[in-house]
């Protein structure tokens, strides 16, 4: 075996190169300590990466992401590695909708302080008759009135359950709730979680007006934030060790980590350790008196959510939105990247993402079969494509997503400090109080970072 490394300043050993792995580690260096981020995968990314397909020349996000104006630790973050100026924020926020019919209506916010402003943004929603944007409006009302007085009752709840208890009408849920219930929380109504899904409301919603502010990328993932947090965590003297993967965390005889052991025999030892992978490979990793605990025993109750991402390159361009949501389709948004990224204006051909959420149904089909149904999707529902050839198609799964958002998850996702005392947990999956998104993830990072400096300090 052989000898732990060391350096002559606190060490903190990073599991993971993901959202919240980078976000930890940039917050460690800003104060001055020592991090070693290591990545099994060759490249950084974890479960939000971006690569380049040479058959499209063209780069491919493996998965769609927005980010919003309430997603305060992910805005920060970016910010401090220099990647603020690759957002593009909307003026107002507007999230488009098409019906089978081939009818457009937006949600848009109005230029008012918040909540007046999705008051009134809900109030023109034209996919809805009137009197049912009164019973949505009543419906959010309750909610979040509920959310205060009988937050353990809704914790129990499932979407579908709360819609029922709200009273809202098929044609509310259809057009407004489920699109975006399943799209923040990754999960069908029936099985997901009510708590989470006001909780996503009240932050961005019904909160300040620049909270519901939609910002996306103008570059692929791995540009966005991969690179620039290397470059950050490397100019602040951190490692960064893709290719590498763990397979134990060592402990000493006080009942501490000592460090990680990789697959190659190599040990880095490191006075604290932040896992930011998901807990089915935290799992793998953990001694087994450990994994027995009351406190980790947990993690094997935890289930994932999968979600389906196809792209699509075409012929031509078949639609101006930077991205729209499908009502009643299988796919249920579609990301135009000839909108969404910059330097992309003189093309003629288009890129399209389409993402199919809570995807339990569907993630065993064929990539072939999968793709047609995006087609189909797509011709039904954006009649200017039905003339377009497609030129060329990815279908990528991710079987193991996200962590389910079930009701019973709520007593089940630990927390980032854990029984020892220079053991922190990180990643979408830990008690944030958030779904499994980008802001869980880096707040989440963020959070271990400031435990792991408060156990240095000590």
Known sequence: MRSPTRSDRPEVAIIGGGFAGLSAAVELSRHGIGVTVVEQKPELGGRAYSFFDDKAQDTVDNGQH??????????????????????????????????????????????????????????????LAPRDRIRLLLGGARMLAMQRLARAQMERMTVAELMDWLGQPAAVRRAFWYPLAIAALNEEPQRASAALLCEVLRRAFFSR?????????????????????????????????????????????????????????????????????????????????LLDSPFFSRLRRLSSSPIICVHLWLDRQVIDAPFVGFIDTTTQWLFNKEALWSGRENRKLAHLSFVISGARSLVELSTQQLAAQVQEDLKKMVP????????????????????????????????????????????????TGLPATIESAVASGYEAARAALTRLRA
């Open 66 to 127: 927005l980010i919003m104006g309430c997603y305060r630790h992910t805005l920060a973050f970016l910010d401090a590695i220099g990647a603020s100026k690759q957002l593009t924020f909307q003026d107002d926020m507007t999230v488009e909708m098409v019906a089978p019919d081939g009818s457009r209506a937006a949600l848009r916010a109005a230029r008012l302080p918040g909540p007046a402003h999705m008051v009134a943004g809900v109030l023109r929603y034209r996919h």
């Open 209 to 289: 007006r620049r909270d519901s502010a939609i910002a996306y990328a103008a570059v692929g993932l791995s540009e966005l934030y991969c690179e620039p947090s290397r470059s950050y965590i490397e100019r602040h003297g951190g490692r960064i060790m893709t290719h590498s993967a763990v397979t134990a965390l060592e402990m000493d005889g006080a009942g501490r980590v000592a460090g990680v052991r990789l697959s190659n025999g190599q040990v880095l030892a490191a006075d604290c350790v932040i896992s930011a992978v998901p807990w089915m490979a935290l799992v793998r990793i953990l001694p087994a008196q």
């Open 384 to 431: 200017e494509a039905r003339a377009a050839k497609i030129l060329r198609a990815i279908v990528i799964k991710e079987k193991q997503a996200t962590l389910a958002p079930l009701p019973e998850t709520f007593a089940l996702r630990p927390t980032v400090s854990t029984p020892l005392e220079n053991l922190f947990l990180a990643g979408d999956w830990v008690a």
